[in-house]
């Protein structure tokens, strides 16, 4: 039997615009496109250069994005907190270092220049004003997308958290206006008539990260392909020695504390504090490229999932939230994101764990190990 | 307006342009290739689509004759991968395709199966989620031909594949989607939960859902594959492959959506959805590869309707939550609505059309492509996947989304219609 060939489609003259900017962006600059008044500023630089420490000592070369107008913690990894208030109008002014990066703010939803995607828009170099709203309150996040596989990786990344305003209540006089304070108290969005509104004392923010320490010794446009605008298409534009297939994760990340596989002490960072009667929020966001599985010790109500709050109409009226029992595992994989309230009832430490399972053979790795403390 | 259930679906093909047809034959392959709605040119008037799709229209196919065969399958960067296939033997270009044809039918019609193995080994062939022989599954010997005739089970995304050596014959080639769509109704599904029903019965007809309600026509499929030719190479020489082995060691180094990866998944309008806001689109997600990803799409959230686990059971959702990001599990099927709405966290007075917002936005041309559409993403956020042989971003596991117009039914004005490029069949 002859041994017949399915070949790629001809790409035609009129696709090579669009097969060269899918691997190769245009680079942009200036201030917002279609301007409109806004009502909240952000800035942020990328890429800066950063050591993630290990206990031993062992030094982790990271990426991670600046918060230029921060002097003082504006230099952390997992990047530095977004923090908006529903509704808002947001100018971010994003400046490009050390070579040109772009911005995608992760679940929010903008035109295509703003949504920082280089083959969809453009890669920044210099500096760049993306301009959207944040119609929905909830747990997001904000990431180079050049290079993802590799610019993600290396800590390119962040919470954005947008907040609801302060309903008009009595129950919220001791409350400060939104944007909420990072670690409570605030509002969080979910299902509550009339005003969907739920307060909340402890404001908890998990986020596992997995680390190929292989990973970390590249280069910012480690193996791109070659930008050919005659033939984008072309086999001799391809690099063939990479290994942004082959994730081996060696280090795990739990809030940006990092432990080596062999290292079963407890994640402190991550450890939630808090008082019989006060009611916890806790959101996650995973920055892996393995499997998660959440392992909360109390029992948990899952109210917001990727920053959209379950059963709060219109668009969410087709969820609602769910309770979870105690030690239920709830699975997720990069990028997903979810809110939960926890209401302790009684005093005593609840462990709690974060499980990571290989991409391809499902194979436990690592289980990072935390608590909620209730006094 | 009768809708004709013929034409519900597209499914990017490999080889030549032209080759869609999608299993419907060459009548089907007609209607197929008609641009639909939103695929004309500008118009100024909204063409509304208030009628339910009708309930006893034939389906264009009831007979499939299909080979398992061997062919080179062309990666993204040119590199032959020796695969197994299946080989639609009533096509006319006489091709073998990877991702096998698609089998569609109405819930209750008859469909007529043959399969005959042209290889040298044993293969099998298994319908997960259908009672009888096509969920138990076949064996096929060397040579030999088996049919099977079924009637079309319960509405809902299927994947066929060859289940002998698990998972390796499926993960080599064989492998392809089915779709079922209901005998009535205006949903995808035969028995669909309170809640799918409400949100279908909202498409188009409640404030935060202005526009059309879902027609078939507005689908994708969306199959998710890894290849690991290590493993191909074994195969083309002739070598067991041992399934323990084939599962510890399996490394992708190229992942495709319908076969395709990079730009050719990006620019293909077979997968890529495309339409003015309002036009709500089903996508059909499954996964015959060997790595969970987590698919992201940007622009719009999108409602979880249904998944379909590796056993073959389908769970239409009752708690049908809105996600930009979501687990798709090895062997799994998800259905996903792109409501198609106007991307929320646009700033400025959402009673304005964007045409009129944001004109300097769609009058640009950058890198020498208009940003008329709105153009947005969808891939993988396990990110290895949007590599290929080994690096190369983003030529992996990544197609996307467009917005071509406002839902007054007035599309953007479009720089340069011509450059956005795609199958020649669609232009």
Same mark, same amino acid.
């Given at each position: ?38 009502? @909240?500023? !952000? ?20 990426? !991670? ?55 969809? @828009?453009?890669? !920044? ?46 129950? *919220? ?59 984008? *298409? *072309? ?50 966001? @995973? ?44 699975? !997720? ?13 009684? *005093? ?28 | 307006? $009768?809708?004709?259930? #013929? ?42 689509? $208030? ?35 299946? %080989? ?30 042209? &290889? ?36 809902? /995304? ?11 014959? #499926? ?12 005998? /009535? ?6 028995? +669909? ?18 526009? %059309? ?16 030719? #290590? ?17 510890? %060691?399996?490394?992708? #180094? ?27 689109? &089903? ?25 379909? &686990? ?43 059309? &964007? ?7 769609? /009058? ?18 396990? %990110? ?38 795609? +199958?020649?069949?669609?232009?």
């Amino acid at each position: 039997m002859t041994l017949r060939n399915i070949p790629l489609r001809q790409v035609g003259p009129n696709e090579l615009p669009v097969f060269q900017k899918h691997v190769c962006p245009p680079t942009f600059s200036g201030e917002a496109i279609d301007p409109v008044t806004p009502t @909240s500023h !952000i800035a942020r630089n990328l890429a800066v250069n950063m050591d993630l420490e290990l206990r031993d000592g062992t030094k982790i070369p990271m990426w !991670i994005l600046e918060d230029p107008e921060d002097l003082v913690g504006g230099q952390v990894f997992p990047s530095k907190t977004i923090r908006t208030v529903e509704g808002d109008i947001v100018h971010a002014r994003v400046g490009a270092k050390l070579n040109t990066h772009t911005i995608h703010w992760h679940g929010i939803e903008p035109t295509s220049m703003n949504d920082g995607v280089g083959k969809h @828009s453009f890669e !920044i170099s210099g500096n760049f004003v993306y301009q959207f709203a944040t119609n929905q309150a909830g747990t997001f996040l904000y990431h180079c997308h050049k290079n993802t596989a590799l610019h993600f990786e290396m800590g390119l990344y962040g919470a954005f958290i947008v907040c609801p305003k302060k309903p008009d209540t009595m129950e *919220a006089r001791d409350v400060p206006d939104a944007p909420y304070p990072p670690g409570g108290p605030g509002y969080v969005k979910a299902f509550n008539p009339p005003t969907h509104c739920v307060k909340y004392d402890v404001e908890a923010l998990w986020v596992p990260d997995d680390i190929d320490t292989r990973w970390h010794q590249l280069g910012h446009d480690a193996s791109m392909p070659k930008c050919n605008p005659d033939n984008p *298409a *072309a086999a001799e534009n391809f690099t063939k020695d990479g290994i942004l297939n082959d994730f081996r994760p060696d280090v795990f990340v739990l809030s940006g504390e990092a432990k080596r596989m062999d290292d079963n002490t407890l994640f402190e960072k991550a450890a939630i504090k808090c008082k019989v009667g006060q009611t916890v929020l806790l959101r996650f966001i @995973s920055a892996t490229y393995t499997i998660n599985e959440i392992r909360i010790g109390l029992p948990i109500q899952f109210i917001a999932q990727d920053g959209y709050p379950l059963g709060v109409p219109p668009r969410g009226q087709y969820s609602h939230p769910v309770d979870r029992a105690a030690g239920e595992p709830i699975r !997720i994989t990069a990028a997903m994101r979810g809110d939960c309230l926890i209401r302790p009832t009684m *005093a005593g430490r609840f462990p709690c764990t974060v499980d990571y399972f290989h991409w391809i053979t499902g194979k436990k790795l690592y289980t990072a190990k935390t608590f909620i403390e209730v006094e | 307006m $009768k809708i004709d259930r #013929r034409r519900f679906i597209r499914y990017a093909i490999l080889g030549t342009a032209g080759a869609a047809a999608a299993g419907l034959g060459v009548k089907g392959m007609v209607d197929m290739l008609a641009p639909d709605k939103a695929a004309q040119g500008p118009s100024d008037k909204r063409t509304p689509l $208030k009628a339910r799709p009708a309930a006893s229209v034939p389906p264009a196919r009831t007979t499939y004759r299909f080979a398992i065969t061997e062919a080179l399958v062309e990666m993204v960067d040119h590199t032959p991968v020796y695969h197994w296939a299946f %080989e639609d033997l009533d096509d006319p270009r006489g091709m073998p395709r990877m991702p096998g044809p698609l089998i569609s039918g109405i819930t209750g019609n008859d469909i007529n199966l043959s399969i005959t193995n042209t &290889l040298p080994d044993v293969h099998g062939f298994i319908i997960p989620g259908i009672a009888g022989t096509p969920g138990n599954g076949i064996q096929i010997e060397p040579g030999r031909t088996q049919t099977m005739s079924f009637p079309a089970p319960e509405a809902g /995304s299927y994947m066929y594949f060859d289940p002998f050596n698990a998972p390796v014959n #499926r993960v080599l080639g064989l492998h392809g989607p089915m779709v079922v769509l209901p005998a /009535s109704g205006n949903t995808p599904y035969s028995d +669909p939960t309170p809640t799918v029903q409400k949100l279908f019965d909202d498409l188009g007809t409640a404030a935060h859902f202005p526009g %059309e309600p879902w027609i078939p026509e507005h689908s994708r499929i969306w199959l998710f594959h890894s290849i690991d030719p #290590r493993f191909n190479a074994m195969a083309e020489r002739g070598e067991k492959i041992d399934a323990t082995r084939f599962t510890d %060691e399996f490394l992708p #180094r190229y992942f495709t959506i319908n076969g395709e990866s990079g730009a050719y998944a990006s620019h293909n309008h077979n997968t890529v959805p495309h339409g003015r806001i309002g036009q709500p689109h &089903l996508i059909r997600i499954m996964n015959t590869g060997m790595n969970a990803d987590s698919p992201h799409i940007h622009g719009n959230h999108v409602y979880l309707l249904a998944k379909r &686990l590796p056993s073959g059971v389908l769970h239409v959702q009752e708690n049908v939550v809105l996600v930009d990001t979501f687990t798709d599990e090895v062997s799994q099927c998800m259905d996903w609505l792109l409501p198609f709405i106007r991307p929320p966290d646009i700033p400025g007075d959402e009673n304005i059309p &964007l045409r009129r917002l944001i004109p300097t936005e769609l /009058s640009l041309t950058l890198g020498g492509v208009g940003q008329s559409p709105l153009a947005y993403p969808m891939h993988g956020h396990n %990110e290895q996947s949007q590599s290929a042989a080994g690096g190369n971003y983003p030529q992996g596991m990544v197609t996307g989304w467009e917005i071509t117009g406002d839902v007054d039914g007035v599309d953007f004005p479009r720089s340069n219609p011509e450059e956005k490029g795609g +199958p020649p069949e669609m232009h």
